[in-house]
């Protein structure tokens, strides 16, 4: 069974494993601050993407107590919301890398890997726009040029 303590520290809940245990309850939630990050066995891409790029990576820890918990770590900063441009937190994910075991850390690097790749594309789609709209705003200003030099035919009344 799955829980979310958010009222039990990490010391807490190992000084009641007992408990947990005999209610059943071996996954637990715990807030990242929490978490305990040596012990990770699995980092995945969480539920929540915009821009087709996740926003949060979900980390699994299993204690040889016979608890399991579970975090999800926020890799966009939260102002980043409503922006057309993704954001990543690049200090936070350099900390929590640093705190994961060596095979978690690979699987955290390979996770900002393919969102890296998909944030060269979404780069390369907006630098294309970009050199459209310049292009757009080179034809208008011939355009007003050609107007106000006499170079375009007019009607004649």
């Known amino acids: 069974m799955s829980l979310l303590y958010r009222d039990f520290s990490f010391k807490e809940i190992m000084a009641n494993v007992e408990h947990f245990l005999a209610l059943g309850h071996t996954r637990i939630h715990v807030e990242n601050e929490e978490f305990p990050w040596e012990l990770a066995t699995l980092a995945e891409h969480g539920n929540t993407f915009r821009l ?13 107590c016979g608890l399991t918990f579970y975090t999800s770590l926020k890799i966009e900063p939260r ?5 057309s441009l993704y954001q990543l937190d690049t200090d936070l994910c350099i900390e929590i890398a640093k705190r994961l075991p060596a095979e978690v850390q690979q699987q955290f690097a390979d996770l900002l890997l393919r ?3 998909e944030v ?3 780069a390369s789609e907006y630098a294309k726009g970009i050199s459209e709209q310049f292009q757009l705003a080179y034809e208008l200003r011939k355009l007003i040029d050609d107007i106000h030099e006499g170079r375009l035919e007019s009607c004649q009344q």
């Not at 087709?52 to 040889?64: G, K, Q, R, W, Y």
Request: aromatic share 8%.
């Open 52 to 64: 087709h790029m996740p926003v949060n990576v979900d980390f699994e820890a299993v204690h040889s």
């Open 79 to 83: 102002d980043a919301s409503g922006s």
């Open 115 to 117: 969102t890296s790749a």
């Open 120 to 122: 060269y594309r979404n």
